[in-house]
């Protein structure tokens, strides 16, 4: 079993409509959850972390985190063109780990 | 800030050759992380610095590579003899631990596309 796992895609979504991404991790001790967006040819950025369960907004993006399924969820609300990337769930394994596991990414098309 | 600064951008090499990547990582950031990316394995952790000093090198596929940090704002990951199979796109990234204990996120530079010959 993968430590972060991720359904690869690819994810195709209609322009204003919802994306939802899923991840699933192994480690129960897992505290820090993190969503990475990557466009083709770039490096990673940041766009969500989130660390208590339940959902965390931030503008069009909402992350959600259920510890108990071990499960952790991004939602990204009027989907654009702009938003075709691929994004990494990243797990903080363990307290006190100071390295974080990456899944191996959705890839997400916004068809307009 | 100028953020996580790598170089080169790019690196064409024939197999056999030693290649270095250099990084300079975010000022005030205590943590250095190098990290290989491809379409097969994703992207994986090579070895992460805290305060200079090598903390985990597990991810090191292999006795040809090496990683170093003399200071704080430097640090190398080096390949020798390259390979073929080496060709990824190799990734560095800085983060600081903030005293909360809480996991800072990681600031990515812009890579370095290695192709081996």
């Known amino acids: 079993q993968k430590e972060v796992e991720q359904n690869s895609g690819p994810l195709s979504v209609p322009e204003g409509a919802i994306a939802s991404l899923n991840c699933t991790y192994s480690?129960?001790?897992?505290?820090?959850f993190f969503w990475y967006r990557q466009y083709s040819g770039k490096s990673p950025e940041l766009i969500m972390s989130?660390?208590?369960?339940g959902d965390k907004e931030d503008g069009r993006f909402t992350a959600q985190l259920n510890k108990a399924s071990q499960y952790v969820s991004l939602l990204i609300r009027d989907s654009q063109p702009s938003d075709s990337a691929t994004y990494l769930c990243?797990?903080?394994?363990?307290?006190?780990?100071?390295?974080?596991?990456f899944g191996s990414g959705t890839r997400l098309s916004i068809r307009p | 800030d100028a953020g996580v600064i790598q170089s080169p951008r790019h690196e064409v090499t024939e197999m056999g050759q030693e290649v270095t990547l250099r990084c300079k990582p975010i000022?005030?950031?205590?943590?250095l992380f190098w990290y290989r990316q491809t379409m097969m394995r994703g992207l994986e952790l090579l070895i992460y610095f805290n305060n200079n000093v090598p903390i985990d090198d597990s991810g090191m596929p292999e006795d040809r590579f090496s990683a170093k940090m003399p200071n704080a704002s430097f640090s190398t990951l080096k390949i020798q003899p390259s390979e073929p199979r080496d060709s990824a796109v190799y990734f560095c990234a800085s983060s600081y631990s903030p005293p909360s204990g809480i996991y800072n996120e990681q600031f990515f530079g812009p890579g370095t596309r290695l192709t081996v010959l």
């Open positions: 000022s005030g950031h205590d943590y």
């Open positions: 989130i660390y208590s369960n």
């Open positions: 480690d129960r001790g897992s505290q820090s």
């Open positions: 990243a797990v903080n394994p363990s307290r006190g780990a100071s390295k974080i596991i």
